[in-house]
């Protein structure tokens, strides 16, 4: 059992930027793949990134490539999305997600446990 607890959502304007954190606990989550996905207003979740293990191989959606970072600590008991330059676009909810040796790492259906979500919201 994994828990996964999300923060620091908001509402920024365009070009702003926001750092969401997510808390991990429970046993072995440092052997799990870390991820984000958000989910827009009337669409479906979509993959964002995500981080592996040692040497923390890290993937990242083209709609975010540049703008986003992910990151995690040393202890793999949070993982960190960083955004900015942030779009009107990347308006939604945020997840953060871990999964147990997916084969991709961005699919929806590789990860396990879900956090509660956090909304990040972008104005014009």
């Known amino acids: 059992q994994v828990q996964l607890v999300e923060s620091g959502g908001g509402l920024v304007q365009a070009g702003g930027s926001l750092r969401l954190s997510c808390a991990a606990s429970g046993r072995s989550v440092s052997s799990y793949v870390l991820g984000w996905f958000r989910q827009p207003p009337g669409k479906e979740r979509e993959f964002v990134a995500n981080?592996?293990?040692?040497?923390?191989?890290?993937d990242y959606a083209d709609s975010v490539k540049g703008r986003f970072t992910i990151s995690r600590d040393n202890a793999n008991a949070a993982v960190y999305l960083q955004m900015d330059s942030l779009k009107p676009e990347d308006t939604a909810v945020y997840y953060c997600?871990?999964?147990?040796?997916?084969?991709?790492?961005?699919?929806?259906?590789?990860?396990?446990?879900w956090g509660q979500g956090t909304q990040v919201t972008v104005s014009s």
């Open positions: 981080i592996f293990w040692s040497p923390g191989r890290r």
């Open positions: 997600a871990a999964a147990l040796r997916p084969l991709t790492g961005g699919r929806r259906n590789e990860y396990r446990y």
